[in-house]
T-cell receptor, first 114, second 111 residues
Framework: EAAVTQSPRSKVAVTGGKVTLSCHQT?????MYWYRQDTGHGLRLIHY???????EKGDIPDGYKASRPSQENFSLILELASLSQTAVYFC?????????????FGPGTRLTVL | QQKVQQSPESLIVPEGGMASLNCTSS?????YFWWYRQHSGKSPKMLM?????GEKEEGRFTVHLNKASLHTSLHIRDSQPSDSALYLC???????????FGSGTKVIVLP
């Protein structure tokens, strides 16, 4: 089964601080995604990437940047963390037949902004 | 913007009973639906997907799709306590596999 790992698994940040969430996949997948999930709710797409050194905006990109330095790694950056960014963040990957390919999710990072 | 609506928000089912979940997209370009299951504190895992009109069955799980109305439903028969989870419906238009998720249906199976 696909392996997607995330670090850190949890983080407490201060308002206005910079936060970097990391994602690593070992499946040779081209597509990678960042979602956020608010308590008890569905997932919302923040950024995604289908090739190294390129990222695309998802549905809620404001306040977030993304970086894809290699096929295996995809980072989500919060330059100025805000209270409203408290959530669980999931990274996912899928293969290059991605139009109808299953997405495999990492374990998630619980971010609390104080 | 594509929107995916799920109902009901929550559902309590007795062990051995049938759970029925609904999902509708408002985007006429949607051509693929997914159902993911997320146990508490865990990450979502794909349960089933469907893109053709009709029905698809895998074990105790059956998915229906009506492409004309962009409505899909998930039915769980002989529900087990281990089926207690958040069930997420997602839709895609085929471009870059970007998924739009609904808010989910929380299913509780009582022993």
């Amino acid at each position: 089964e696909a392996a997607v790992t995330q670090s850190p698994r949890s983080k407490v940040a201060v308002t206005g601080g910079k936060v970097t969430l990391s994602c690593h996949q070992t499946n040779n997948h081209d597509y990678m995604y960042w979602y956020r999930q608010d308590t008890g709710h569905g997932l919302r797409l923040i950024h995604y990437s289908y090739v190294a050194d390129s990222t695309e905006k998802g549905d809620i990109p404001d306040g977030y940047k993304a970086s894809r330095p290699s096929q295996e790694n995809f980072s989500l950056i919060l330059e100025l963390a805000s209270l409203s960014q408290t959530a669980v963040y999931f990274c996912a990957s899928s293969d290059d037949l991605a139009n109808y390919a299953e997405q495999f999710f990492g374990p998630g990072t619980r971010l609390t902004v104080l | 913007q594509q929107k995916v609506q799920q109902s009901p928000e929550s559902l309590i089912v007795p062990e051995g009973g049938m759970a029925s979940l609904n999902c509708t997209s408002s985007d006429r370009n949607v051509d693929y639906f997914w159902w993911y299951r997320q146990h508490s504190g865990k990450s979502p895992k794909m349960l089933m997907s469907i893109f053709s009109n009709g029905e698809k069955e895998e074990g105790r799980f059956t998915v229906h799709l009506n492409k004309a109305s962009l409505h899909t439903s998930l039915h769980i028969r002989d529900s087990q306590p281990s089926d207690s989870a958040l069930y997420l419906c997602a839709a895609s238009t085929g471009f870059a596999s970007a998924l739009t998720f609904g808010s989910g249906t929380k299913v509780i199976v009582l022993p």
